[in-house]
Nanobody, 123 residues
Framework: QVHLVESGGGSVQAGGSLTLSCAAGMHVYNNYCMAWFRQGPGKEREGVAA???????NYAESVKGRFAISKDNANYTLYLQMNSLKPEDTAMYYCAADPQPYDTLTSRHFGYWGQGTQVTVSS
């Protein structure tokens, strides 16, 4: 059973930083592609960043150079370091996992989801 638990959301001023965490079991961590998605008010869910089991990363253009996805091998935890945050980054952020998604930034290709953590960026 796949169980993903996000944490680390909160409120921050524009230009600030936050780090999101997603705890996953060993099997998921070692064998699945894992990703971060977000859904803002009135918007569709969009891919933010992904990392596959080989460590290959993929980022949405809107966050390149500002966000970094990484994994902690000791704790089977996925991270999203978010810097230079903008008000438009405000959204519910979700951790997702799938054995072999066709597109690592498209939500319909992921079968397992966490409950989400809210990020609010004020101007």
């Amino acid at each position: 059973q796949v169980h993903l638990v996000e944490s680390g959301g909160g409120s921050v001023q524009a230009g600030g930083s936050l780090t999101l965490s997603c705890a996953a079991g060993m099997h998921v961590y070692n064998n699945y592609c894992m990703a971060w998605f977000r859904q803002g008010p009135g918007k569709e869910r969009e891919g933010v960043a992904a990392i596959d089991s080989d460590g290959v990363t993929n980022y949405a253009e809107s966050v390149k150079g500002r966000f970094a996805i990484s994994k902690d091998n000791a704790n089977y935890t996925l991270y999203l370091q978010m810097n230079s945050l903008k008000p438009e980054d405000t959204a519910m952020y979700y951790c997702a996992a799938d054995p072999q998604p066709y597109d690592t930034l498209t939500s319909r290709h992921f079968g397992y989801w966490g409950q989400g953590t809210q990020v609010t960026v004020s101007s």
